[in-house]
């Protein structure tokens, strides 16, 4: 098994290089750069353009630009962002604490209501709760998570039950430890309500259909067949098998604990990596984007093979070697 | 009356500057805020779309950064300031003269007030300034943009000379108009801080957004930032060595504390304000009618202060590869009748909600230099457009389309930065407008990046429509109107073009733009204010009369703040915090 998880990572650094790689090329082949936002500005001398240029390092060829980026990045220094002029790895961690608060209680969320939504809906196939639970998902699978976090801002706006965006009041500094958790509590309500209301929809029904696959099949109609108990034979067999497919789903969650939740985070001012990310690709903060890829890069690597380690442990036909 | 107040003040300008001499201001001229009177205690929280990327002001670019450095080094912190209408106003330095000596050179001698502190209570001096204007702001190693605005004709820049611990002068090869505005206008480093950094060569990298947590930053302005949070807030406190005090003696400011929140949405901005959560709040356009309709119930005050700086107009790529298009664009006739085809009240009614003015000029109605005299108008009608086509050499086939001498058909492509609500819809009415005269306009926005890059590295754009901040003061769109100028877009000079691409065979360049080029390379030796109210009115004349540029509208700068919040008389060019070391709560 170590062997196993050892190859892969090892597989995973050209994987990794390739895709930093690919990034770099597809944001200096989109026309324009960093300095573009400046250009219009009468008050700006061809002089300091000429100046800032230089001083970013974006008069270099590119390929010079990359490879000594690469080589920083190896040694754990991933460049500077040309927008805050600081290291983009404090950039990136200073933000992280907020991102994974806001993504991990949503991921929470959004996994044990959907699977449990999920596996009663099967359980109930065609009654009525079956079908509003249906009618449910599919609202929320349609609506997107950006419009439902608007909708979400425009409640909080008229009743003033939430605050307008943002992690912590602006006296926090001064809360109690309680008061300060309360805080966040009341801050993280909407932007988490929005982001697992949408996952939940989907992934309840993911685990509807691979549950209702699964009680079809003849081991189920067998192991009823020898008077094992209704509970015994869905919670023991049925549900082990119809959760394999969801593994290989939460996998790929993984990758996009960090990135995933962008409109959001713009939407109620989360001060999270989404909102980084997005800020850098609309000002084409070159190091800052290739830094925020790799990272989703090597998340989508780490949940893929924690998604194969799971499957291994859950499936018995399944052998890592 | 305060404009005329102000043309007073500049005329007596001309008179005494004739006598070599000038006193600018003395003793006996009030400091803003000198009259206030006020109550203590509270703070206001200002919405922010983006943190502060710097608190360097020599390396900071963007109103993000500026708008918190303003605090600890603006409001008060400078040897001159300006009000709500750009009128200039003693601040540290209480009098200020300028001589012209028999070399020709300018001679601006400041005498600084005593007695000040900065924020860490280490005393104030001549050094400072001295130290900022000769180490820091035309120190060669030390680029910044500042540099480009305080060099004179010739791009020398000044040098500053210590009197005494309170007396400094400035000296300039020759008389430079905007000086004592400009230098007396830089915010001031401290030397005791800094003088260090400008040793060791690392000035750039100092007071990164970290020094505010880690209360490094010292200043002459009214606040301090002690506290940010990324993307959430930024927390400044009083300066407890702010030198300015009330009308009682009593030390400004009266605000314990100012917040910005940052608030990435504009949407956002608005529920927020509706909620409470900030108390001042720039409208916009869109949302104003419904803002003012709750004023009343929600106690807020609402308002409009005069049109803003900003100009957004239509350009034509002189310098196309197409002769044939190259040839409508650069025919005059082809612009005056696009400029008859616009439907400037269209503009203002569906786009700006009633909320503009139709704007003629490059410059802005603010400023002193504006000469509504000077310029020619164009008022909405396509029969007078017809006409200038005919004149122009143009005619239509018999299936109304517009065809040039040679028969060709003429259309073109019209683009603008995607996602501007305002630009879009002003492409979608000249289009529509334009169609009327038989022109086949095909609208495409464009993303920001691609746009810029088209106008300024490519000759591949055919028409635009763009904005570009204004100014009160002309003389700061010399980029966009010199001839070599970097941003003469619609016209590159073949060796000022960013991306060469201009072939010098084609280059054309009218008498009335080498004209413009002279205005602004001559305008800023001239110290007599009527003569360069004079030029700037023939800047406006032929700019109007030829229109390189055709200008739209302009929207009203639009606020809204809490009606017990003591604010006064918000204008586009001081916004609504001009007063903000004597801003206090009512209640």
């Known amino acids: 098994m170590l062997k196993y998880i050892a190859r892969r990572l090892v597989i995973a650094i050209p994987e990794l290089i390739v895709i930093s790689f690919l990034v770099f090329m597809i ?48 040694r754990g220094n991933f460049g500077y962002s040309f927008y805050y002029r600081r ?51 599919f609202s929320f699978i349609a609506v997107p998570s950006f419009f439902l976090g608007l909708l979400l801002l425009y409640l909080a706006a008229r009743t003033g039950w939430f605050p307008i965006g943002g992690m912590i009041s602006i006296d926090h500094n001064t809360m109690t430890a309680w008061q300060k958790f309360k805080d966040l509590l009341w801050h993280m309500t909407l932007p988490a309500t929005a982001l697992t209301l949408g996952s939940m929809a989907s992934l309840m029904r993911y685990m509807r259909g691979s549950l209702l696959d699964v009680l079809n099949e003849d081991y189920v109609t067998f192991a009823r067949a020898k008077g094992m108990p209704e509970r015994i034979v869905i919670f023991k067999h049925a549900m082990r098998n119809a959760i394999n497919p969801m593994i290989t789903f939460l996998g790929f969650s993984i990758s996009g604990i960090l990135g995933g939740s962008l409109f959001i985070e713009n939407i109620f001012a989360w001060p999270g990596m989404g909102r980084l990310i997005y800020q850098a690709l609309i000002q084409k903060d070159l190091y800052l984007v290739i830094t925020s890829g790799l990272i989703s890069a090597v998340l989508l690597v780490i949940g893929n093979l924690v998604a194969d380690i799971l499957l291994a442990l859950v499936d018995p036909r399944v052998r890592l070697t | 009356m305060k404009r005329f107040l102000f043309i007073a003040v ?51 670019k963007e109103t993000s950064s500026t708008d918190v450095i303003a605090l600890f080094m603006g409001y008060g912190g400078t040897l001159v300031e300006l009000d709500n209408y750009a009128r200039l106003h003693p601040c540290i330095a209480k ?55 305080i060099k004179d004709s010739q791009g020398r ?80 406190v009083r300066n407890p060595y702010y030198w300015k005090k009330d009308a009682k003696g009593n ?20 529920l927020a304000f509706e909620n409470g959560e900030i108390d001042i709040y720039g409208v916009t356009a869109q949302f104003y009618p419904e803002i003012k309709a709750k004023a009343k119930e929600k106690n807020w005050v609402v308002g409009t202060g005069g049109p803003t700086y900003g100009t957004t107009f239509i350009t034509f790529n002189w310098n196309h590869n197409d002769p044939v298009k190259r040839s409508w664009f650069r025919n005059e006739y082809f612009r005056k009748a696009v400029a008859y085809a616009m439907d400037k009240e269209a503009m203002i009614d569906t786009l700006l909600a009633g909320l503009g003015v139709a704007q003629w000029g490059p410059v802005s109605v603010l400023s002193p230099f504006y000469n509504e005299d000077a310029l020619r108008k164009y008022p909405y009608d396509l029969d007078y457009a017809r006409m200038m086509l005919q004149l122009g050499g143009f005619s239509w086939d018999k299936d109304g389309n517009l065809i040039d001498a040679q028969g060709n058909k003429v259309e073109f492509i019209l683009s603008t930065n995607a996602g501007n609500i305002v630009r879009e819809g002003m492409c979608n009415i000249i289009r529509d407008e334009l ?21 300024l590295n490519t000759t591949d754009w055919e028409a635009i429509v763009i904005g570009l901040t204004g100014s009160d ?85 639009l606020y809204a703040h809490k009606a017990d919040l003591n604010i006064i008389e918000p204008t586009a060019f001081g916004g609504m915090l001009w007063t903000l070391p004597w801003i206090y709560w009512k209640k």
């Open chain 2, 157 to 236: 820049l000044p040098r500053a000379e210590k009197i005494d611990d309170y007396t400094v002068r400035v000296i300039y090869e020759e008389p430079f108009r905007l000086a004592v505005r400009y230098i007396g206008g830089l915010y001031i480093w401290p030397k005791h801080i800094a003088e260090q950094w400008v040793k060791d060569g690392t000035f750039r990298e100092k007071w990164t957004v970290e020094a505010i947590n880690n209360k490094e930053l010292v200043g002459l302005g009214p606040f301090i930032p002690v506290e940010y949070v990324p993307d959430q807030y930024i927390r400044a």
């Open chain 1, 87 to 137: 290291p983009v790895s404090k950039l990136i961690w200073e933000r992280v604490a907020a991102t994974l608060s806001l993504s991990l209680t949503s991921l929470a969320g959004s996994w044990i209501l959907g699977i449990a939504l999920g596996t009663f809906s099967a359980l109930k196939k065609y009654s009525l709760v079956d079908k509003l639970l249906t009618v449910f998902a």
């Open chain 2, 95 to 149: 009098r200020c003269e300028v001589e012209l000596t028999d070399e020709g050179k300018m001679i601006v001698t400041f005498w600084l007030r005593e007695g000040i502190r900065w924020s860490d209570g280490h005393p104030f001096t001549a050094d400072d300034f001295v130290f900022t204007v000769n180490d820091v702001y035309c120190n060669p190693d030390i680029p910044s943009s500042t540099q480009d605005v």
């Open chain 2, 473 to 557: 003061e002309p003389q700061g769109g010399r980029n966009v109107w010199a001839q070599k100028g970097t941003l003469h877009f619609w016209n590159f000079h073949p060796d000022a073009a960013p991306g060469k691409q201009i072939k010098p065979e084609i280059y054309e360049a009218p008498d009335w733009e080498l004209e413009i080029d002279r205005i602004f390379a001559e305008n800023v030796k001239i110290l007599d204010q009527k003569k360069v109210y004079e030029l700037f009115s023939r800047f406006q004349e032929l700019v109007s009369e030829h229109l390189p540029l055709i200008y739209t509208v302009q929207q009203l700068y």
């Open chain 1, 27 to 74: 944001m200096e082949a989109a026309p324009g750069d960093f300095l573009d936002q400046y250009k219009l500005d009468p008050s700006m001398s061809k002089e300091t353009l000429e100046a800032m240029k230089k001083e970013l390092g974006l008069d270099q060829h590119p390929l010079v630009r990359y490879f000594k980026w690469l080589s920083g990045a190896i």
């Open chain 2, 251 to 270: 030390q400004l400011p009266y605000l314990d504390e100012f917040v910005f929140k940052i608030l990435p949405d504009l949407n956002a901005i608005k």
């Open chain 2, 435 to 455: 169609a009327k005269l038989g022109i086949k306009v095909t609208f495409v926005p464009l993303d920001f990046n691609l746009l810029v890059n088209k106008m």
């Open chain 2, 10 to 60: 500049l005329l007596s300008a001309v008179v005494l500057f004739a006598a070599e001499k000038y006193v600018w201001f003395d003793e006996n001229t009030p400091y803003l805020g000198s009259d206030a009177t006020g109550k203590y205690g509270g703070g206001i929280v200002v919405a922010t779309l983006s943190g502060p990327r710097t608190m360097n002001y020599i390396v900071a």
